[in-house]
């Protein structure tokens, strides 16, 4: 993970790299640091916490400066101090470095160059790099662009760079390698960054590097792309970026999380329009029926993802099965690829990951692709290296999304995941016509009936007020509501470190019953469509052993209210896409939870939103 932001151009340095790490800080934040140079000499400041512990650090201390690179850290090697903190600079002080990913085999070139006398500060693997880098370019005698590529060549793992002269501060040297890289180019001024989103108030022209490729970025210059394994120049594709600022700030709302969870309705409307034409029974996905035969004919369907997504995964295996009758093995990809899995060429591999870049994913396709499976992949960010990397594709269209907890991004997963379900089922002559046509009705009609619900969030405050000390909290689902009730243990967990688990409801008396009592509360997901009756029973169950039962409920239903503790009412739907309106109280009730508790909402402690480390 970590976030990296470089500025090369007329104007100060700093406020742009500042505000470029305030807008990855949700990359990682334990902590930053910013190199600048001014009067011929280096200006590092660093140090542990968040990027406004950096800024009070500065302190105004900075002399203006047309050069920078700056870093937010999420830690890999070495503990969250202000020593591994980044930039870190080379032992005879020429280079300055900073870099997302990790090099595996750092211990063995730091060996070879402490055996070289090369003295470290910090315990990270960036420092090694940096070193090693100088020191290929003080003994070869090569200029930095060519040092940068020879060290690169000698090392593993995986990585995005930064790094400059002090004594030469009119170019910046950039490297990929399985962490993202960006170079805006706006006129006489140089952005560069992990995502596009620190300089989309300069200039919309930008260049993604891709994997193996570097970059020499100088004053006066075109942008220089080569490849690091062959040093062939390339010519890079240059993108004209559609994001607008709006997207990226808060918008009024307290945190990110609010902000997303209430642009729900219309991420969903993105995440359908053009693709579900209700009216005239259509839907429309050219980028993923370019492959319809592999998907209307596959044996089976294997759905790799983490965290939420694979929460979006689950919900999807309970569509495919349910309406194309297409058995589906839902993994892990952390596990998936570590496994040696049974995968032919007749495997059609789905890979839902809302940023794109989880390392996991991105290994786990690269492995099914090379076993011969179809891959089709299911992202939010535009571009993104597990987009890149699939055969076939659909955008969620969420717009980007900032809070490190998902919200929007789960929700228009399902969207997509429900389009592409019900087209093979239709497809394969599985759906009558009639309810074709309703699924299709129902489907439109989600995002107006999140946005009723979404009209007050008192009750799900108010529920939060009450249970906000617990210290645990059980999850209870059935059918296609079981993963939505993971899904609400995970995100209570994540953003207010209250222990929270998710079980299917019928699970729940062959061993998590022993935990309640009348200190357990139990959100339990009711509504009416699915298995009903089953529930009830499974309420009555938690009712006998005193457990406190917060239930989601269809709207109106008067049976689960006389006998739950609290109800927070949802709009009916059918039970397909009940998950979709499901899940927006128990995404409220841990944000309040979180909000109560005074925990960062946005930047819950010990995560980042982008998991590029294996
Ligand atoms: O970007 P991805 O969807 O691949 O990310 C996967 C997980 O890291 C992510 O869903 C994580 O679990 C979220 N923090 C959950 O809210």
């Known amino acids: 993970m970590c976030g990296i932001v470089g500025y090369l151009g007329f104007r100060n340095a700093e406020p742009i790299i500042?505000?470029?790490?305030?807008?990855?800080?949700?990359?990682?934040?334990?902590?930053?640091?910013?190199?600048?140079?001014?009067?011929?000499?280096?200006?590092?400041?660093?140090?542990?916490g968040k990027?406004?512990?950096?800024?009070?650090?500065?302190?105004g201390s900075l002399a203006e400066?047309?050069?920078?690179?700056?870093?937010?850290?999420?830690?890999?090697?070495?503990?969250?101090?202000?020593?591994?903190?980044?930039?870190?600079?080379?032992?005879?002080?020429?280079?300055?470095?900073?870099?997302?990913?990790?090099?595996?085999?750092?211990?063995?070139?730091?060996?070879?160059?402490?055996?070289?006398?090369?003295?470290?500060?910090?315990?990270?693997?960036?420092?090694?790099?940096?070193?090693?880098i100088d020191d290929i370019r003080t003994v070869e005698g090569v200029n930095l662009a060519k040092a940068v590529r020879m060290?690169?060549?000698?090392?593993?793992?995986?990585?995005?760079?930064?790094?400059?002269?002090?004594?030469?501060?009119?170019?910046?040297?950039?490297a990929k390698k399985g962490s993202p890289l960006v170079v805006g180019i706006g006129e006489n001024e140089f952005f560069i960054a992990s995502d596009a989103t620190p300089f989309l108030e300069y200039t919309k022209t930008a260049i993604y590097l891709e994997d193996d490729e570097m970059a020499v970025v100088e004053l006066g210059e075109e942008v220089k792309v080569r490849s690091i394994p062959n040093n062939k120049a390339i010519n890079p594709y240059v993108h004209q970026l559609q994001m607008d600022i709006e997207a990226i700030e808060k918008g009024g709302y307290d945190h990110f999380m609010l902000k997303e969870i209430y642009e729900q309705p219309k991420?969903?409307?993105?995440?359908?329009?053009?693709?579900?034409?209700?009216?005239?029974?259509?839907?429309?996905?050219?980028?993923?029926?370019e492959y319809r035969e592999k998907l209307v004919n596959a044996d089976r369907i294997l759905i790799i993802g983490c965290g939420t997504s694979w929460h979006a995964g689950l919900v999807a295996e309970y569509l495919f099965e349910d309406l194309a009758r297409i058995p589906v093995e839902v993994e892990y990809a952390s596990e998936f690829r570590y496994r040696n899995p049974v995968i032919t060429e007749k495997d059609v591999v789905i890979a839902i990951s809302q940023s794109g870049e989880t390392a996991d994913t991105l290994a786990a396709i690269k492995l099914a692709k090379e076993r011969g499976a179809t891959i089709f992949g299911v992202c939010n960010v535009v571009g993104s290296s597990i987009a890149r990397e699939s055969d076939?594709?659909?955008?969620?269209?969420?717009?980007?999304?900032?809070?490190?907890a998902s919200t929007k991004a789960f929700t228009t997963q399902v969207a997509v995941l429900s389009l592409m379900a019900i087209q093979i089922a239709y497809e394969k002559g599985l759906l009558k016509e009639s309810y074709y046509y309703q699924l299709l009705a129902e489907l439109d009609a989600v995002p107006d009936k999140i946005e009723k619900m979404l009209e007050s969030d008192s009750k799900a405050k108010y529920i939060s007020s009450l249970f906000k000390d617990a210290p645990?909290?059980?999850?209870?689902?059935?059918?296609?509501?079981?993963?939505?009730?993971?899904?609400?243990?995970?995100?209570?967990?994540?953003?207010?470190?209250?222990?929270?688990?998710?079980?299917?409801?019928?699970?729940?008396?062959?061993?998590?019953?022993?935990?309640?009592?009348?200190?357990?509360?139990?959100?339990?997901?009711?509504?009416?469509?699915?298995?009903?009756?089953?529930?009830?029973s499974n309420i009555q169950e938690v009712k006998a052993r005193n457990g406190k039962v917060i239930a989601?409920?269809?709207?109106?239903?008067?049976?689960?209210?006389?006998?739950?503790?609290?109800?927070?009412?949802?709009?009916?739907?059918?039970?397909?896409?009940?998950?979709?309106?499901?899940?927006?109280?128990?995404q409220l009730l841990s944000y309040h939870i979180a909000v109560m508790r005074e925990c960062n909402v946005d930047q819950p402690r010990n995560l980042a939103k982008s998991v590029t480390v294996e």
């Open 18 to 48: 500042i505000k470029g790490l305030r807008r990855l800080e949700y990359r990682g934040y334990d902590s930053s640091g910013i190199a600048t140079v001014a009067n011929g000499g280096l200006q590092v400041v660093k140090c542990q």
């Open 51 to 59: 990027v406004q512990d950096l800024v009070d650090k500065i302190d």
């Open 65 to 132: 400066s047309g050069i920078g690179i700056g870093h937010t850290r999420w830690a890999t090697h070495g503990v969250p101090n202000d020593v591994n903190a980044h930039p870190h600079v080379s032992a005879s002080g020429k280079l300055v470095l900073i870099h997302n990913g990790i090099i595996e085999n750092y211990a063995s070139i730091k060996e070879a160059l402490q055996s070289r006398g090369v003295e470290f500060k910090s315990d990270t693997d960036t420092e090694v790099l940096v070193n090693l």
């Open 151 to 174: 060290a690169l060549n000698q090392v593993i793992g995986a990585y995005a760079i930064c790094v400059y002269e002090i004594d030469n501060p009119t170019k910046i040297v950039v």
């Open 267 to 289: 991420s969903l409307r993105d995440a359908l329009r053009g693709r579900l034409l209700a009216d005239q029974g259509i839907i429309k996905m050219s980028g993923i029926f």
């Open 392 to 404: 076939a594709g659909a955008y969620t269209h969420a717009g980007p999304e900032i809070g490190v």
């Open 472 to 536: 645990n909290f059980l999850y209870l689902g059935r059918g296609f509501n079981f993963p939505v009730a993971l899904e609400g243990a995970l995100k209570l967990k994540e953003i207010s470190y209250i222990h929270a688990e998710g079980y299917p409801a019928a699970e729940m008396k062959h061993g998590p019953i022993a935990l309640i009592d009348e200190n357990m509360p139990v959100v339990v997901i009711a509504p009416k469509s699915g298995q009903y009756e089953k529930i009830v």
């Open 552 to 586: 989601v409920v269809s709207k109106g239903d008067k049976e689960i209210a006389a006998m739950a503790d609290h109800v927070i009412e949802i709009e009916e739907s059918m039970e397909v896409f009940s998950p979709l309106l499901t899940t927006i109280p128990l």
